[in-house]
Nanobody, 126 residues
Framework: QVQVVESGGGLVQAGGSLRLSCVVS????????LAWFRQAPGKEREFVSV????????ATADSVKGRFTISKDNVKSTVYLQMNSLKPEDTAVYYC???????????????????WGQGTQVTVSS
């Protein structure tokens, strides 16, 4: 059984930084495409960033490009989202997603991911 567990959210002032972590267990970690999505109150879940199973391909939403960086550690079975220069509009629940059905692809679509965490709240105050 695959488990996805996020951590690292919290309250931060605008301009600050947070690093989210997500441990994915249950299958071989290196076979997952891994992504971060977020959902603000009253809005749909939106793509933030993704990293391919090889780690060689990443993609990031324009709204966070240059501020957020995705990375992973296969030894620790963990994917990270480093968030710098945070803005109030970054406030949302952040979700980690994983999928291992296809090799070396990246997707920005919610429906493409089979496994999801419970989310971690990020609140940025102005």
């Amino acid at each position: 059984q695959v488990q996805v567990v996020e951590s690292g959210g919290g309250l931060v002032q605008a301009g600050g930084s947070l690093r989210l972590s997500c441990v994915v267990s249950g299958r071989t970690f290196s076979t997952y495409t891994l992504a971060w999505f977020r959902q603000a109150p009253g809005k749909e879940r939106e793509f933030v960033s993704v990293i391919s199973r090889s780690g060689g391909t990443t993609a990031t939403a324009d709204s966070v490009k240059g501020r957020f960086t995705i990375s992973k550690d296969n030894v620790k079975s963990t994917v990270y989202l480093q968030m710098n220069s945070l803005k109030p509009e970054d406030t949302a629940v952040y979700y980690c997603a994983a999928d291992d059905r296809r090799a070396n692809y990246v997707s920005i679509t919610v429906a493409e991911y089979a496994y999801w965490g419970q989310g971690t709240q990020v609140t940025v105050s102005s």
